[in-house]
């Protein structure tokens, strides 16, 4: 995976955490999908396969 791939755009959080802090934050690159704790961004980035991601969020929906 080249560096181009680990190049996010704009970090997300869900529209369900209100004014929590206590979320998760996502952002999309070209081949994966960046989570990182909204908290803490600067403790590390797990990244996953577009098409994982995909599936965790049809996995969701009911």
Do not use: Q, Y
Request: proline letters at 5%; aromatic letters at 6%; a positive charge.
């Amino acid at each position: 995976m080249g560096a181009a791939d680990l190049t996010f755009g704009a970090w997300h959080k869900s529209s369900h955490s209100g004014a929590n802090s206590d979320c998760v934050e996502v952002a999309h690159s070209r081949a994966v999908v960046g989570i990182r704790d909204s908290k803490s961004p600067d403790t590390g980035t797990l990244t996953v396969p577009r098409a994982t991601w995909a599936a965790f969020l049809a996995g969701l929906r009911p």
